[in-house]
């Protein structure tokens, strides 16, 4: 999988999704491209 990064900060600041992290909000970056790419992977366990 390419992952395409980022052509301005405006479109970086789009592709971060805030999730709660023991109840503190915390952003990460490109977090649904890095679900596919592990999806990709077939792992076979947790």
């Given at each position: 999988?390419?992952?395409?990064?980022?052509?301005?900060?405006?479109?970086a600041?789009?592709?971060?999704?805030?999730?709660?992290?023991?109840g503190?909000?915390?952003?990460?970056?490109?977090?649904?491209?890095?679900?596919?790419?592990?999806?990709?992977?077939?792992l076979?366990?947790?």
């Open positions: 999988m390419s992952i395409e990064k980022p052509c301005c900060p405006a479109d600041l789009r592709r971060v999704k805030m999730i709660p992290v023991n503190i909000p915390t952003g990460i970056t490109m977090l649904d491209e890095i679900i596919a790419e592990v999806k990709e992977m077939n076979s366990s947790e």
